[in-house]
């Protein structure tokens, strides 16, 4: 155990610290208030994360015995029993909490597999399946705003990301088998929707909560649409300067907001994106390697410039 | 004070600064810390991975033909992570760290080059001790809990490998010696928990191993007693044995974070929980699925009632997040929350090319159970 109690005392005693901070901190420092939210987060997602793998399964397997509707009705009704504690919790005027707002995700992904499934098997849409997650993503954002919950505007923005096309990982914006470029526009399309619909809530609700979710989405697309660009000639043309823009922009964004992830992603996507731009025009392992290693060296330093401008908000 | 790593009350201030973000005057803490610099979360977590990046290109560059370049390349990166830290103070920056990691492991793997006879780097060889060795030294000097953690659990693994390990096994009659280890060392770094620490790095390498430990000692045994038992099926006191080994640490772990109101403990004793969840289903015979559903819920319900137990706090103990900063855990959630989600989307229809928005895709096993 080590504690900071002495030093913590120091400062409010020199008045650097004033006295609500100090207190604050002292408590915490001496275990007086000790929040278990993370732990609470953890076995949240856990337990979230084993129902929808298990109930996997029992689709895959159990399908014959069970039967398609019963199926598809058993699921909305779980759907329907998960959102209960966010309901309740709206009706008496509570702000959600961490094990309300998981359900809520819960129930979330339980209706998003029983219309997956339902689609899958009765094939609703036809051709049009596609269509569906953009249904899902509508309903999952009106779940969000009426909850007022981060967690379930995620899984929208990766519903609104799997209508456009684009995956959740980096890889699936590079998939080398499809359209690179074509990929990367469907990035930045998706990117700039998120951005558009961030501005608007932004506009209509100042106090939003959704502001963080939006800026991580938003960034991360555009910077995989934009190195995807990076990849094929003539695309290249526009994606290094888009990149770097953008890269400017996470800095940018980084510095006045003071956080950390969005400077980490303006230094770190623009060494990806000029690495995969440069190097397969360089001839020769030992200078595409060396060039590879002055961009990290440059990154690191830019990054840890940055890093020494910024300021945290306080705790 | 020293030129080669912060004294302790530098690093205790270093600390205070971090805790207390903005509240304190940047010019307040840079004369109590000693001049030495740090950063914050992230990006110390990309610049540790510029940092062994660069070192292997490094090692790319000077080619993979001759032994000798590992040990020029390992030199070239730790001097390197010296000079940052002696000329421009860093500590705990990320970039000195994997220059450093990265720098032992290839000086490590230069050692082993010459060892003879040589038997590669296959779990319980002299080699691969050499190898987790290296990692520990070098977490050691840059006073990083991820690194020497991971060298101790390395080190636990590489143990219950061993052709000594496997003859207790035997003599005993069930794959315990490994596990019994690493619950031996967590229960150890628990009780040294108890000690007050000068510098808050020594404090965290305990914490992490308290809880980490428990679930690779034990991830470690199940994967080993899967063939075991194929071998000798009926392997009950083993099995027996890790149940009540889990029970108790588990116990202590809960009671040692209660009291001492830290997360690592606690950590740990959820690790224990999960890794029981495991055991007792080779005891209890039930469907793949019907167990995650159940252990899924019984999480979820657990989950609940202790949220709304905690929503006011009880003994200083509350539900609710301690900070409104966005720290990497929150990043993690978000994109755990996408993880999730994308799970549940439905599989494509075969055979598509044209990409047009309106068309997008993405696997899924949610909707077809086919993981």
């Not at chain 2, 304190?24 to 004369?31: G, H, K, L, T």
């Not at chain 2, 970039?95 to 082993?112: H, N, R």
Request: proline share 4%; charged share 15%; glycine share 10%.
């Amino acid at each position: 155990m080590h504690t900071l109690e002495p030093e913590l005392r120091a400062l409010h005693a020199e008045g650097v610290i004033d006295d609500a901070t100090a207190s604050r901190a002292l408590a915490r420092d001496r275990g007086e208030v000790f929040s278990l939210h993370q732990e609470l987060r953890a076995t949240m997602y856990a337990g979230v994360l084993l129902v929808m793998a298990g109930l996997g399964l029992v689709l895959g397997r159990n399908l014959e015995r069970i039967g398609p509707l019963a199926i598809v009705l058993v699921i909305a009704l779980a759907a329907a029993a998960c959102g209960v504690p966010a309901l309740r919790a709206k009706r008496a005027g509570r702000v959600l909490t961490v094990a309300g707002d998981y359900l809520l995700l819960l129930a979330v992904l339980l209706a998003s597999t029983d219309l997956a499934y339902a689609e899958r098997q009765f094939t609703l849409l036809g051709p049009l399946w596609s269509w569906h997650l953009l249904l899902l993503a509508v309903v999952h954002a009106a779940i969000a705003y009426t909850f007022a919950s981060p967690l379930v505007l995620a899984a929208s923005l990766t519903s609104l990301a799997g209508w456009f096309g684009v995956g959740g990982m980096l890889g699936d914006a590079l998939h080398l088998s499809y359209s690179t470029p074509m990929l990367g526009a469907r990035a930045l399309a998706c990117a700039t929707a998120i951005a558009a619909w961030r501005y608007v809530d932004h506009r209509a609700r100042p106090d939003t909560p959704f502001s963080n979710v939006f800026d991580h989405y938003a960034a991360n697309l555009a910077f995989w649409g934009a190195i995807a660009w990076c990849l094929e000639w003539p695309w290249l043309a526009t994606g290094l300067p888009l990149l770097a823009a953008l890269a400017y922009a996470s800095v940018r964004r980084g510095l006045d907001t003071g956080r950390e992830a969005f400077l980490v992603y303006g230094i770190v996507y623009a060494a990806i994106g000029t690495s995969a731009a440069i190097v397969p025009r360089l001839h020769g392992m030992t200078v595409s390697l060396g060039f590879v290693l002055i961009v990290v060296c440059a990154a690191a330093v830019t990054l840890w410039q940055l890093r020494r401008r910024l300021r945290e908000p306080s705790p | 004070m020293s030129r080669w790593r912060p004294s302790p009350d530098e690093e205790r201030w270093l600390e205070v600064a971090s805790e207390l973000g903005a509240a304190i005057p940047r010019a307040a803490v840079i004369e109590r810390t000693g001049g030495w610099r740090s950063t914050g979360p992230l990006a110390r977590i990309a610049l540790f991975c510029l940092g062994f990046v660069a070192t292997a290109l490094l090692f790319g560059i000077l080619g993979f033909g001759n032994e000798t370049t590992l040990l020029v390349a390992g030199l070239v990166a730790v001097l390197a992570a010296e000079w940052l830290t002696v000329a421009k103070r860093l500590h705990a920056s990320g970039i000195e760290e994997g220059l450093c990691v990265a720098g032992f492991l290839l000086i490590g793997a230069w050692i082993t080059t010459l060892i003879a006879p040589r038997s590669g780097y296959a779990v319980g060889t002299v080699e691969t001790l050499v190898l987790i060795v290296a990692a520990g030294a070098a977490g050691l000097r840059r006073l990083n809990p991820l690194v020497t953690t991971c060298a101790v659990l390395a080190f636990v693994y590489w143990a219950g490998s061993t052709a000594a390990a496997h003859a207790i096994d035997q003599m005993i009659g069930g794959v315990v010696t490994a596990v019994t280890a690493g619950f031996a060392l967590a229960a150890l770094a628990l009780a040294l928990g108890a000690t007050e620490y000068r510098r808050p790095s020594h404090d965290r390498m305990l914490d992490w191993l308290v809880a980490t430990l428990p679930v690779v000692a034990y991830a470690q045994h199940a994967t080993a007693d899967a063939y075991a038992v194929l071998r000798s099926p009926g392997d009950g006191m083993s099995r027996l044995a890790t149940a009540v080994l889990l029970l108790t640490l588990g116990a202590a772990m809960l009671f040692t974070g209660l009291r001492r109101r830290r997360h690592a403990p606690l950590l740990g004793f959820m690790g224990c929980v999960a890794c029981l969840a495991v055991e007792l289903r080779h005891v209890i015979t039930l469907a793949t699925e019907t167990w995650l559903i159940l252990y899924g819920l019984a999480a979820l319900i657990v989950g609940v009632a202790l949220d709304r137990y905690l929503r006011q706090p009880r003994n200083g103990l509350t539900s609710v997040a301690p900070t409104h900063r966005e720290g990497p855990l929150d990043v993690l959630q978000t994109a755990g929350a996408a993880v999730l989600a994308q799970r549940t989307a439905p599989e494509p229809l075969p055979a598509e090319s044209a990409v047009t928005p309106g068309e997008g895709r993405f696997g899924g096993g949610g909707a077809t159970g086919s993981y």
